[in-house]
């Protein structure tokens, strides 16, 4: 089967080549993990899959900040929140506020009352963000697995151990999927989407 251009040295024609010994394993190879990433953003990484964030959930970073946001969305990814005015409006206000402060924190739960208290905030899925996430760890480890200072596997075994490690981490994906999100490359930000995500915006009134 195709598949992503082997670094300099690789094994030809789908043959395994010689292991080296651990002396000569790279340090970059030893660093990707075996695993992929949890499917769920991270606040610390957030801005490598920035530019793929929908627009709710740049909303939602914005007033909350990054880890109340993050937590927000991937706990309750899909979820159209009843926002209350204030904590103790009314009893079900008062049940919805005790319940989102829980999660987010005091001061977030403000934040999320001042911008759509009395109103829905829905929180987004993320769905490209999430699987780009994925695949930015597919391409590390692919890498990784058929370098040939490292394990150098074959292409055609390298794919078999993504897909192993993706079907056992609960994040299925086919073999030809898996090829497909390797060979393609990472999706790029636009110059300024990394500072826009942690910009607050400015709002004017008459």
């Known amino acids: 089967p195709g598949g992503r251009t082997q670094p300099h040295g690789a094994q030809q024609g789908g043959q395994r080549m010689k292991t080296p010994t651990p002396a000569q394993a790279p340090a970059a190879a ?12 991270n606040a610390r990484t957030l801005a490598l899959v920035a530019h793929l ?13 990054a880890q109340a946001a993050v937590t927000l969305i991937n706990t309750w990814p899909g979820v159209q ?3 209350p005015r204030q904590p103790d409006a009314n009893a079900a206000g008062a049940r919805r506020w005790a319940r989102y402060a829980e999660l987010i924190g005091e001061e977030a739960m403000k934040a999320l009352a001042a911008h759509w208290g009395g109103d829905v905030a829905d929180v987004p899925v993320c769905v490209a963000a999430l699987n780009e996430q994925r695949n930015r760890w597919l391409i590390a480890r692919f890498d990784a697995l058929t370098d040939p200072r490292g394990p150098a596997l074959s292409t055609y075994r390298a ?10 981490a609960g994040q299925e994906l086919t073999f030809r999927e898996v090829q497909k999100a390797v060979n393609r490359a990472p999706a790029e930000p636009a110059p300024d989407a990394q500072t826009d995500l942690f910009t607050f915006p ?3 009134h008459p």
Request: no cysteine; net charge negative; aromatic share 2%.
């Open 30 to 41: 030893a660093a990707v993990p075996d695993t992929p990433p949890p499917r769920e953003l």
């Open 53 to 65: 964030l929908p627009p709710t959930a740049h909303a939602l970073i914005r007033r909350l900040g």
């Open 81 to 83: 929140l009843v926002v």
């Open 159 to 168: 794919f078999e151990e993504l897909t192993l490690a993706l079907a056992e």
């Open 202 to 204: 400015h709002h004017h």
